[in-house]
């Protein structure tokens, strides 16, 4: 069955490039309800736990220095079936692969400046809600 939540960050990239109004208005319209949202600074402590699942591949370092680059929104978002979903509406993580209209074709500069995470699967959207929000802070 699948589930009805997943969990996005606007990374660094986006929002240093003023994206964060123009990748909110794609989810709203792609039919997702934001039902938690966070605007924050990750520190490398906080970077390096999200991310632990990559702890030993070569890009991981490199990652968590990104993602601890400049501040995030983190959010999550509701509808059926809203990992799959939200998957196909932020596109291919090289944006040169993203199909056209996606949030990552229109608004990443890179597979390493993608713009946005998408959680990959019903189990991870819920461990990083988890993450990042407690139950008083979902509407």
């Not at 109004?21 to 792609?30: A, F, P, R, S, V």
């Not at 970077?47 to 030993?56: D, L, N, T």
Request: net charge negative; glycine share 8%; no cysteine.
């Amino acid at each position: 069955m699948t589930g009805n939540r997943t969990l996005t960050m606007l990374k660094p990239d986006a929002i240093e490039n003023g994206h964060t109004g123009g990748i909110l208005d794609m989810m709203i319209k792609g039919g997702f309800k934001i039902i938690a949202l966070k605007y924050l600074h990750l520190t490398n402590a906080q970077a390096s736990k999200f991310y632990e699942v990559h702890k030993e591949r070569p890009f991981y370092g490199e990652l968590v220095s990104f993602m601890t680059s400049g501040p995030i929104i983190a959010a999550i978002l509701e509808k059926d079936n809203a990992v799959e979903d939200f998957r196909k509406l932020i596109g291919a993580t090289n944006p040169a692969n993203a199909d056209a209209g996606t949030i990552r074709k229109t608004f990443a500069e890179s597979i390493e400046r993608n713009a946005v995470h998408g959680s990959d699967s019903d189990e991870n959207a819920a461990i990083e809600g988890n993450f990042f929000f407690s139950q008083l802070e979902r509407f």
